[in-house]
């Protein structure tokens, strides 16, 4: 038997769609059991989900926990352990399927997983409208599929670069199966006031686990704003730097782009417009790792990367780890390159064998394909 949570929302239509073609039944709970008397959290464990937990509440700007606070949730998630130890071994679990499952409830699944040597298959939204992540290890950069030199050997799609440009287009609202949802924004408003030459560099979502788990040597997106808005100072003459805001969050974010805006006349702050527009007439890409940094492959822009990326390094992007790597790129900004068949190679291998498609019910073809592979991932050796 499988176990998984149903949450988020939007992974509850997914479980759903391919649990019948799954090869054993899944059990899909609304809660983590719970159990007294158990041994508890290990303490390695504790560090862990203390560690996220912290500092997802310090990208939200919420208040540190104090310590009863911290008893607390140590003492549940303890008796929530010892629940999932016991259940796995009740109902004879065999594999966890979980969506993201870094931190919180799902979090503690997938460690809990692991501890008892259970095979966990993570889930997480990617960069193609109607795909979907899934793999063993973690997903984005921590997903180890997605990081070696597996698409070297695809040939490269003459046609992905158009294909993936127009899903971009495309691309649905998010919220409730919003990837799936007919639903189009407008992607060609350009915003009115754009310098000549600019370095694109969108924004994050605070306390996401893209920055939380692979933000790297970038804390958060204060400190992205800070880190740029500093090597702004090596870039030629008449380049500036354009900070859009993300879309869905802005937490922390506000008063340093205000500071960044104040303290450089390099620096503009941009958020109306599009950002497929702001990719098509930009210089070059600065992200921590966005999948932002991935849309520009289909407009062959120069990308660099300050944190830990999925699309990372291989003659794709540029890698920088610290402030003086950052400086050093801006400065050499025309001499930043990439390997634009790579590119191809690697956009081709995502679509057609690093993503799975997301089935919009138990009769799409894909759902067959993604339990498949599911069930792969979890009799896979190793």
Not at 199 to 211: F, K, M
Not at 259 to 281: C, E, F, N, Q, Y
Not at 337 to 356: H, I, K, V, Y
Request: proline share 7%; with cysteine.
């Amino acid at each position: 038997m499988y176990l998984t949570l149903n949450a988020p929302d939007l992974a509850r239509p997914l479980f759903r769609a391919i649990a019948p073609h799954l090869p054993a039944p899944l059990e899909r709970r609304w809660r983590l059991p719970s159990q007294r008397g158990g041994s508890g959290l290990p303490e390695a464990v504790w560090n862990d989900v203390q560690a996220l937990e912290c500092e997802e509440r310090r990208q939200r700007r919420l208040h540190p926990l104090s310590p009863v606070e911290q008893d607390a949730i140590r003492a549940l998630r303890g008796r929530q352990w010892d629940g999932l130890l016991h259940l796995f071994e009740q109902r004879g679990i065999s594999g966890v399927m979980v969506w993201n499952g870094y931190r919180g409830r799902r979090g503690l699944l997938t460690l809990a997983a692991q501890h008892a040597g259970l095979r966990v298959v993570q889930f997480e939204r990617c960069a193609y409208p109607g795909f979907v992540q899934a793999g063993l290890g973690g997903t984005n950069a921590g997903a180890p599929h997605l990081l070696g030199e597996a698409f070297a050997s695809t040939a490269p799609d003459p046609e992905i670069i158009d294909w993936f440009a127009a899903t971009q287009r495309q691309r649905p609202k998010r919220g409730l199966l919003g990837r799936l949802s007919p639903a189009r924004r407008n992607t060609d408003s350009t915003p009115a006031a754009l310098p000549d030459r600019f370095i694109y560099c969108p924004l994050q979502v605070a306390a996401d686990t893209q920055l939380t788990v692979h933000g790297g040597w970038v804390e958060d997106m204060p400190a992205f704003i800070g880190a740029v808005t500093e090597a702004a100072r090596s870039l030629p003459s008449d380049v500036a730097v354009v900070f859009r805001p993300h879309p869905s969050c802005a937490v922390g974010q506000a008063q340093a782009l205000q500071h960044a805006a104040a303290s450089s006349d390099r620096v503009r702050v941009i958020a109306d417009g599009s950002s497929a527009a702001l990719l098509a007439r930009s210089a070059a890409v600065v992200t921590v790792n966005s999948s932002v940094g991935l849309e520009a492959f289909a407009y062959d822009r120069p990308v660099v990367t300050l944190g830990q990326s999925f699309y990372g390094g291989r003659s794709l992007t540029h890698e920088v780890q610290d402030q003086t790597a950052l400086a050093a790129a801006f400065k050499g900004l025309g001499d930043l390159s990439f390997d634009a068949d790579r590119r191809r190679r690697f956009l081709t291998w995502l679509r057609d064998e690093g993503f799975q498609r997301w089935p919009a019910s138990a009769a799409d073809p894909a759902a067959r394909a993604l339990a498949q592979h599911v069930a792969a991932l979890m009799d896979a050796e190793g």
